[in-house]
């Protein structure tokens, strides 16, 4: 028997299980998708710093990014550029596949197959994959924003989840990062332009995220940066997903952990997930590790993994739901209110000072300090 089943060979699930593995304990991870990597559903921006914090290879990286514009409903543009660049486009596939083959020397057994089904047994846990059963002393769920078995065993539901559809396209020439706010580009979120460089051919990642019809804003999106930046969509369809923007109920139960998407652990203002995907994966990894080594797996103990990453991320989460869904209510012309202030009254210095691109919390206080910005976010919250 197994002393850890992972569902999901994404980034958390993949750090988990090397973590895992090289505290000596015999881990099988199960991945429905015949290649690790594959297919691609995030737009793979990343810290920069995010490379060092977890020993990472940089051999995934594409391109770094340092500025970014703005667009509000209006067509009014802001552009910010940081001091050092602090974010850059990895290439997924190569960051995945490199992190299986750390896990896989270190002692990962990676299996091709789906998870269809979890029992939580006393004495351990059972799993129905590829048409056999594996059994583990405890399973941790890194499955992405499929919540079929976090609702199953009890765990539940990301609280706020919007919609997503993004592709990368050939360009003929490339800018910085684009930005695009407002209800008919992308009603309740965004849609972004992200350029890349391969072997120095440019191509572009675009997406929305939003409430409903995410392909279609998509389309819209991809017209509208097309034009200025060559792109050719050669009748690629974009990819579409389920994006958590809230944790799930619970991250934790008797013999069962969930990391990064599975456990709804992502940034709620922008998206992102790769950078808390590896955190949880840690924290939930330095969790097992001591659990397996008392035999103490049940619920209460396995508790711990919450406390800890609520005590990394919960401050950043609260305060990044609350203009979430400050912003979920925003009407064009709100917005193009922001955008005035933004030229006119300060609150391009408190970007400046307070943003970095992990944490938004000191950002998203200062912004509510600040007298103009906070009445037009109140005027929509209380809308």
């Known amino acids: 028997m197994n002393d850890v089943i992972i569902v999901g060979g994404g980034p958390a699930g993949l750090y988990a299980g090397l973590r895992l593995a090289q505290a000596g304990h015999q ?4 991945e429905e998708h015949a290649d690790i990597g594959e297919p691609v559903h995030c737009t793979g921006v990343l810290a920069r710093d995010a490379f060092d914090i977890f020993g990472l290879s940089r051999d995934a990286v594409l391109n770094e990014l340092a500025t970014v514009r703005f667009f509000a409903p209006s067509g009014e543009m802001v552009e910010h550029s940081t001091p050092e660049v602090q974010a850059v486009v990895i290439d997924r596939s190569v960051f995945d596949r490199q992190l299986s083959e750390r896990a896989v020397r270190a002692g990962v057994v990676i ?6 089904s979890v029992e939580i047994e006393s004495s351990g846990v059972r799993v129905a994959a590829g048409g056999v059963q594996a059994r583990a002393r405890v399973i941790l769920l890194a499955c992405g924003a499929n919540y079929a078995l976090q609702r199953r065993l009890g765990l539940g539901l990301p609280r706020l989840m919007l919609q997503s559809a993004q592709a990368e396209l050939p360009a003929d020439r490339l800018g910085p990062v684009e930005v695009r706010l407002g209800a008919d580009i992308a009603p309740g979120g965004f849609a972004w332009a992200v350029p890349v460089l391969r072997q120095g051919r440019p191509s572009v990642r675009v997406g929305v995220m939003c409430d409903g019809d995410a392909s279609r804003h998509y389309d819209l999106m991809l017209d509208w940066v097309g034009r200025r930046w060559g792109v050719r969509s050669e009748g690629r369809k974009p990819r579409q997903k389920i994006l958590p923007l809230a944790p799930i109920n619970r991250t934790y139960g008797d013999r069962v952990l969930a990391v990064g998407d599975a456990a709804g652990l992502v940034k ?25 080594r008392s035999d103490q797996l049940q619920r209460d103990s396995l508790a711990a993994y919450e406390k800890a990453w609520r005590k990394h991320l919960g401050s950043e989460l609260r305060w990044q739901l609350i203009l979430r869904r400050i912003a979920q209510r925003m009407s064009d012309a709100d917005i193009d209110s922001l955008f005035e202030l933004a030229e006119t009254d300060g609150i391009m210095p408190l970007v400046r000072r307070t943003a970095t691109f992990n944490r938004h919390r000191e950002f998203i206080i200062a912004l509510l300090k600040h007298p103009p910005a906070r009445r037009v976010l109140f005027r929509a919250a209380l809308a």
């Open 27 to 30: 881990v099988a991870l199960y």
């Open 111 to 116: 299996h091709r197959a789906r998870v269809t």
């Open 268 to 292: 709620p203002t922008t998206g992102g997930g790769i950078y808390y995907s590896l955190l949880s994966g840690q924290l939930a990894a330095d969790t097992l590790a001591s659990a397996l």
